[in-house]
């Protein structure tokens, strides 16, 4: 990765909310200010409307935690965001994701030991991400799991984190500073 192609901001860049966001947003992942939301923050309209939109997701979407943060390092992988992937791994284990399971989302077959739903959220990840649809078979597996309400926040949830790898890869955000 080469150097940000913008850097991220201070206080006086991002503004006294993103600046104290930022801060709390660091101490709750184990690092110091995330770069992300330094750097998202020197538009900072744009910032908190995509906040408001992404705490609707996560966490504060219908799916289960662990399977939303299982979602979210499946596109890591996919759009390979090792910023996203790091800074989920995390998160992941706190909502129970496994190690194992941490190695088997993050490879290139998802492989078996996924509970019947599990697979079929992640067959449609797979889909989403490199044909931006799913066809009918993976559809209805879906569905046998899903609800209305969890097959429109998956689909959203996908596209987020597939439009937040894009953002991070074409900025050049760089990984997180230690805490301190």
Known sequence: MTAPRISPGGRHDVGTFGWLFSQAAGRVT???PPNLFLTLGRHRPLFRGWLRFARRLMPGGVLPRRET?????????????????????????????TDA?????????IGVGWSAREHA??????????????????????????????CIELCMLVGHYVMLATTITTLRIQPDPPPG
Do not use: P
């Not at 399971?101 to 077959?109: A, F, G, T, Y």
């Not at 797979?126 to 931006?132: A, E, I, K, P, T």
């Open 101 to 109: 399971q941490i190695e088997r989302v993050s490879s290139d077959d």
């Open 69 to 97: 943060e299982l979602v979210i390092l499946r596109v890591a992988h996919l759009c390979a965001c090792r910023y996203e992937h790091d800074h989920h791994l995390r998160l992941a284990r706190r909502a129970g994701v």
């Open 30 to 32: 184990g690092t110091g």
């Open 121 to 150: 959220v992640l067959v449609a990840v797979d889909g989403l991400v490199r044909h931006r649809d799913l066809d009918d078979e993976a559809w209805t597996a879906l569905r046998a799991h899903l609800d209305e309400r969890e």
